[in-house]
Each structure stands twice: as C-alpha cells, then as structure tokens.
C-alpha cells in the first residue's frame, strides 16, 4: 500500500460488483423459458412484482434504517442503490453502442474480474458476508472487501434496491486475512464485461463465468447466455432523489433492457 | 517507508515518564533534530466473540486494528504471528458492523503519542504511550529513510541508536528475523508497534506518577 495514499483501481470507484451470483441462476432460468427478441428481462419485470407484493405484505417492522441514520459513530453511512436487468448475448452490441452516446465520454472500459464470496457463521441464525475481488487483468490494482447489507424496506415507491454498503481497499494478503478471522470460502466466480459511467451512475454490463476447479481462475464457463445489467450508485444516506435520477436513466435504456428493483430474498 | 527500529525506552531513575522524554528529546536537539510535528500510533484489541468460538472450537484469537498517522488513509489489521492487512479507514467501519462476531477490549486500547524529528536521513519519534489516563512506558521509532532493505542498513541504524540512547539500545527486532534481504514495508513496523505494546501491557504500571 502507498504511503497515506489508497488505490481506487478504476478512477475511484467501487469495483463493479455482483451482489448475489444466485440472481443470476434467476436470470437463466428466465431467459430460457423462451424469451426472444431484443427485450429480454420482461418475464424477469412480471415475476419480480407478484413476488415483491407478496413480500412486502409479509414484512416485519425493524429498527429504524440506515438511511434515517446518515451518520453513526463518526462515519458515514453510504448506501448502494441498484438496478438490475440483463441482455441476452446477441443483443449485447446494440446496448454497449447505446450505452456509449449516453453515458461520459471516455475509453471504452473492459473488466476482469475474480470474486469470492466469504462466510463467517455465528450463532446468528445468518452468516455475515463478505466479498473479496480482485482484477485479474490489472496488476497492481488493491483487492476490493465489499459489504452489504439487508436491503432496506423502507418506502415502497421508491425506484432501487437500497441497501448499506461498506467498501474497502486492501493489501493482496485479504483471503488468508479472513481466513484467520474465521471466514470459510462460500463461492467464487468470474466476472468480466464493460463499465460505464454517467456522472456518479455507474452501469455494468457483464458475463458470469463459474469457476471449474476451485481456485483456478483459468478453467471457467460462462453461467448463462447473458449479460447482467447494473446501474448503481454509492451514496450517503438519506439522498433518495438519487433513486428518481436511475429511473430517469433507466428509462432510456428501454426497450434494449429492463433495469428493474429485483429483490435478492424472492430468489432465496 | 525505509527499514525502522522500534524500542522501549526505559524510564530514568527517580524521573518520571515525562522528564525521560524531555531528557531524549533534548539530547536529540542537540544532535541536530528538526523538530516536524507529532506523530501517534494507536492499537485496539478485538477478540472472536464466544458464539463464533463455539462453531469453530479452537482457542479465541486476538487481533488489533491500528493506526499510525504516517499513513493516515491506512489501517493495519494484524493478527499475532499471523498476517497482516493493510486497509483503508473504512475497515473501522466493518469492524463496528462485525461487533457481533469480534469483541472490542474496550479497556486495552493502548497509544504513543509523541513529537516527530528528523535530522539528515532518519526520522526518529519519540512518544509517550498511554493506556487510558495513565502513562505506562515510552516507545522510541527511529527509521533510516533511504534504505528499504534490513540487511544493508542495520549497522548504520545501530550505530545511530547507539549515539542518543547510549545503553539502552536494542538489539535487532525480531521482524527482520530470518528474512534478511526481503523489501521493509509499514506492516513491518506496525508489527514492531504491536510486540511493544503487548509487552509495556504485560508490565507493572510505570511506579512513578503519569502525565498530569
């Protein structure tokens, strides 16, 4: 590590990241059950608003969210607020050219990505988690520890997932670091597709691969037929107009994806 | 960072903490030091709470988080004879979402805070360190900045020690230990820092009175 300085790897953003691999065995399962043409995430929209109506009538008052708490103990909160859809491969060209007119003018950017998943099991009926990612195409980036949280149910009108977040940079000793804490390896994968970037918007359009034999990142194969779409945003707490910005931008990414407020418990 | 050696400085006879320091940092301005700032270096201790020790059925390890404001966008994390990370500040903030699973000692924190010099190529930090109210030792950092390789330089920082801590020099610290010819980094240091701390832990209270 530099001294006093911290390596942000891609112009200072957070990593691009997967935040539940088990979405994407959603994604194909869709996908396949016959879905043609260039819009592709529609069977994905239906099911996703029964599921989520469903969901919502079940739910249990909590403590009051971390986005009524922007700063707790000195430091703080930031929340992640995310789109999700995806594109079937062979309309991958046509997003990319339309996502390069609308997004900040800058070198086409492709990522390589290795990610593992970390549990630490407690007597807490669920595992804390933690992502571990590193680039595998940019030597010399830090690895990047990712935490996020429960997704905060508060308002039912608002646009994105929303959920907190805590990211770090790290020395490339992290997997035998958590491992001494007590983290046992979940999964892993690889991830490798475009980044974009509108003002403080980011959009990902990538491909998941799964990992043949474990801990050898050069067997892989890709998971689906599909690029997964994300526009998120990292933010601190409390600014949820930023959600009213992704819809607008969301919408005019139509009808090439649907970038949708998909709920990782109604794939659980 | 260049190859640094951190020691304890025993407290002077019939002196207390804060009059050794002042006789060290006189001597070192004599020498020729520029005085350039304070420096500290803090050390928090967590331990793996007793519902993950169960699941996993060995002994609870300790493990500190530090701070040292030469790199104040840096956070160490290290276990004992174990690895050591280097993170950004927001691994405070996952250490409080972790409270669950790892303890803070709240009573363990332990700090050196202390003035900073520099005279030629070395930079020499003398500070008090304290656990709560109560002064318990003091820590002596002196690094020579141009040289990154244990080996090489050794003798040099030795002979250097040896002009303003006279008997009181130390020997070699153990991180530079087998690895001779291995690039020094900060981790190295904290690591110092950290065997420093656990050892004026373990010692009596410093019999004199503490800093008023």
Known sequence: MQKGVCGGGRAGLALPGLEN????????????????GVSCAYPIGRSVFISVVFH???VVMEAPPVTMMPVTGGAINMMEYLLQGSVLDHSLESLIHRLRGLCDNMEPETFLDHEMVFLLKGQQASPFVLRARRSMDRAG????????GQPEMGDKNRHALVRNCVDIATSENLTDFLMEMGFRMDHEFVAKGHLFRKGIMKIVVYKIFRILVPGNTDSTEALSLSYLVELSVVAPAGQDMVSDDMRNFAEQLKPLVH???IDPKRLM | MGVTCVSQMPVAEGKSVQQTVEILTRKLEMLGAEKQGTFS????????AASTLGSQGQAGKLMYVMHNSEYPLSCFALFENGPCLIADTNFDVLMVKLKGFFQSAKASKIETRGTRYQYCDFLVKVGTVTMGPSARGISVEVEY???????DCWSLLLEFLQSFLGSHT?????VFGNRHDAVYGPADTMVQYMELFNKIRKQQQVPVAGIR
């Open chain 2, 170 to 174: 130390p020997g070699a610290p153990a």
């Open chain 1, 56 to 58: 919502l009538i079940t």
């Open chain 2, 41 to 48: 270096v803090d050390c928090e201790t967590y331990h793996t």
């Open chain 1, 21 to 36: 691999p088990e979405l994407a065995e959603g994604g194909r399962d869709s996908e396949s059950r016959g879905c043609t």
């Open chain 1, 141 to 148: 980036s830090p690895w990047h520890l990712r935490y996020l």
């Open chain 2, 145 to 151: 900045c141009p040289c990154v390789v244990a080996s």
């Open chain 1, 259 to 261: 970038l949708e407020k």
